[in-house]
C-alpha cells in the first residue's frame, strides 16, 4: 500500500471515530463515562422531579378516588389513631358531665369533623375546620359568649376551601408562622371568613424554597411515595397485560400464504370466518374440527416469577407508607411472632408521633369550643385521653381489670383510699362492665354474711 493510500485510510478512520463519538454524545442518558457515576449527583438527580404533586389539586383528588391503596394510606394512620375515641380528662368535671362530654362528641360529628379534617391534610397538605355559630362569619368569634342552646356546626375543608380574601406576599407566612387571629380572612365559595372561625391543620412541613409554593401549607403524603406507587402500578399494569397473552393460540393452515396474495380482500375474510368458527367451537363445544392439513397449537407464558415480584412491590410501598404490609394489603398474620410485633410497635409509634402528637394542639381547641358550649367554660387542666393503641386480647384484657380490682382492694383494705374512691376507679376502669353507685360498696361490706343454716331456715320459714 502506498503513503498516499494509507493517510487516505488512517484519515477515513478519523473521520469514524468522530462520528461515532459524536453519534454517543447525542443519545440521551449517556456521559463520558458510559452510566451515572456513584459520586456523581445527576445519578440523584434523575430520580427526581422537581416538580410537587401537592399543588396539583384535580390529580390528588382523582388519586384518592379511584385508587384503593392511596385512599387506605391515607385514610387508615387516621382512623386508627381514634381507635376507642379519644375523650377529656379533667378535674374540674365530674363523672357524668365527662359523659355527657363524649356523647355529645360522638353523636354530633365532632370526632368526625376532626378526623376528616386530618384525612384532607394528609392528601392536600393542608385542611381545617370552620366553626359555625349562627352568627355572622365575617365576625370575630367569641368563643367565650357561647351558651348551650347555641347551634354549633363543624364543617371540615380541605386547603383549596380556604383561599385568602387578599392575595399577598405575606398570606404563606400567616399559615406557615403565625397561628393567631390576626391574618387575613378567608375565603369559603365566596363567603368571607373570620381568621378566629377557621382552625387550621398542615401536615409534614416543606423547606424554605419550597413554601412559597405551597402557600405556607404543609406536603401531601403522596410526595414521598410517588416512586412507590409507580413502581407498584408498572408492575399491576405489566401483570395486566400478561394475563391476556397468557394463553396464544397458533393455527397452521395450508395455503395460508396462498390464499392471501391470490384471493386478495376476499381470501382474507374467508379465513377470518374459519377462524371464528373454529374459535367458537373451542370455547363452547371443547372440541375442534379442522383438516388434515391443518394444525392447532396453543403456547401458554410461565407467570412463575411474578408472585416474588409482586412480594417485593408491596414491601417496597409499605415501607413507604409506613404502614404493616398485612395492614395496607389486608393480608392475614401467620402468627405473632417477633417480627409481627415489632411492625406492630412501630406502626403504633408512628401513629403517636405523626397523628396523636402532631395534632393534639388542633384537637383541644376544638374540644375547648365544645366545653364552652356545653357547660359554660374551659377547663384549665384540659388534657386528652387517649385509648391505648395496642390491643389487647379476652384474656389480657381480663388480667388487666383482676389486676386493677386487686389494686384498688388493697389500698381500701390499708385504708389509703375511701370507698368512693374505689367505686370511681371501678366505674372509670370498666373493670366488672356495670356501674355502681356511691355508698353500694359500703352497704354489701356492712351486711352480715348469712350462713347455710340460716339461710335453710329462712326457706323453710
Not at 18 to 37: A, E, I, R, V
Not at 251 to 269: C, H, P, R
Not at 356 to 371: A, E, S, W
Request: glycine share 6%; proline share 3%.
Amino acid at each position: 500500500m502506498s503513503k498516499k493510500q494509507s493517510a487516505l485510510a488512517e484519515e477515513q478512520a478519523k473521520n469514524r471515530l468522530n462520528n461515532l463519538t459524536q453519534l454517543y454524545h447525542q443519545l440521551p442518558n449517556n456521559t463520558p463515562f458510559g452510566n451515572s457515576q456513584i459520586s456523581s449527583i445527576d445519578t440523584t438527580a434523575k430520580m427526581l422531579r422537581q416538580r410537587l404533586i401537592t399543588v396539583n389539586r384535580s390529580l390528588l383528588s382523582y388519586l384518592y378516588l379511584e385508587n384503593g391503596l392511596v385512599q387506605t394510606g391515607i385514610d387508615m394512620p387516621v382512623r386508627d389513631a381514634f381507635r376507642g375515641g379519644v375523650s377529656i380528662q379533667t378535674k374540674e368535671l365530674n363523672e357524668t358531665e365527662l359523659e355527657e362530654f363524649n356523647y355529645y362528641c360522638n353523636n354530633n360529628t365532632v370526632i368526625e369533623s376532626i378526623k376528616q379534617a386530618i384525612i384532607w391534610s394528609r392528601l392536600f397538605g393542608g385542611g381545617g375546620i370552620i366553626i359555625e355559630t349562627g352568627d355572622e362569619p365575617n365576625k370575630k368569634l367569641d368563643y367565650k359568649t357561647l351558651k348551650q342552646d347555641t347551634q354549633i356546626k363543624f364543617y371540615p375543608v380541605d386547603l383549596w376551601e380556604l383561599s385568602f380574601s387578599s392575595q399577598s406576599a405575606r398570606n404563606y407566612e400567616e399559615i406557615a408562622y403565625r397561628e393567631d387571629e390576626k391574618g387575613s380572612p378567608f375565603l369559603y365559595y365566596g363567603t368571607i371568613i373570620d381568621r378566629s372561625r377557621v382552625f387550621t391543620v398542615k401536615n409534614r412541613h416543606s423547606p424554605s424554597l419550597t413554601r412559597p409554593v405551597l402557600r405556607g401549607w404543609g406536603v401531601s403524603e403522596i410526595e414521598h411515595i410517588l416512586q412507590a406507587l409507580n413502581v407498584y402500578q408498572k408492575l399491576m399494569e405489566f401483570i395486566f397485560e400478561a394475563t391476556d397473552e397468557a394463553k396464544i393460540d397458533v393455527y397452521k393452515m395450508e395455503g395460508y400464504n396462498t390464499s392471501l396474495l391470490a384471493s386478495g380482500q376476499a381470501g382474507s375474510n374467508a379465513i377470518a370466518t374459519h377462524l371464528s368458527v373454529v374459535n367458537q367451537q373451542k370455547n363452547y363445544h371443547n372440541a375442534l374440527v379442522l383438516d388434515a392439513t391443518d394444525d392447532y397449537i396453543q403456547k401458554q407464558l410461565n407467570l412463575s416469577g411474578f408472585d416474588g415480584l409482586f412480594k417485593q412491590a408491596t414491601k417496597y410501598i409499605a415501607n413507604a407508607w409506613g404502614i404493616p404490609e398485612n395492614f395496607l394489603f389486608g393480608q392475614g398474620s401467620s402468627g405473632l411472632n417477633s417480627s409481627n410485633e415489632e411492625e406492630l410497635q412501630k406502626y403504633n409509634s408512628m401513629l403517636s408521633a405523626l397523628i396523636r402528637d402532631k395534632h393534639q394542639g388542633f384537637i383541644l381547641d376544638i374540644y375547648k369550643i365544645t366545653c364552652q358550649k356545653l357547660f359554660g367554660f374551659v377547663p384549665k387542666d384540659l388534657e386528652l385521653k387517649w385509648e391505648p393503641l395496642q390491643s389487647l386480647t379476652t384474656e389480657q384484657e381480663e388480667t388487666r381489670k383482676d389486676m386493677e380490682l386487686r389494686r384498688l382492694l388493697k389500698l381500701y383494705d390499708r385504708q389509703i383510699i375511701t370507698s368512693d374512691k374505689v367505686i370511681e376507679g371501678v366505674n372509670q376502669q370498666d373493670i366488672l362492665g356495670i356501674k355502681f353507685d356511691k355508698g353500694d360498696f359500703e352497704s354489701k361490706l356492712a351486711e352480715p354474711e348469712s350462713s347455710p343454716k340460716d339461710h335453710y331456715e329462712t326457706e323453710n320459714t
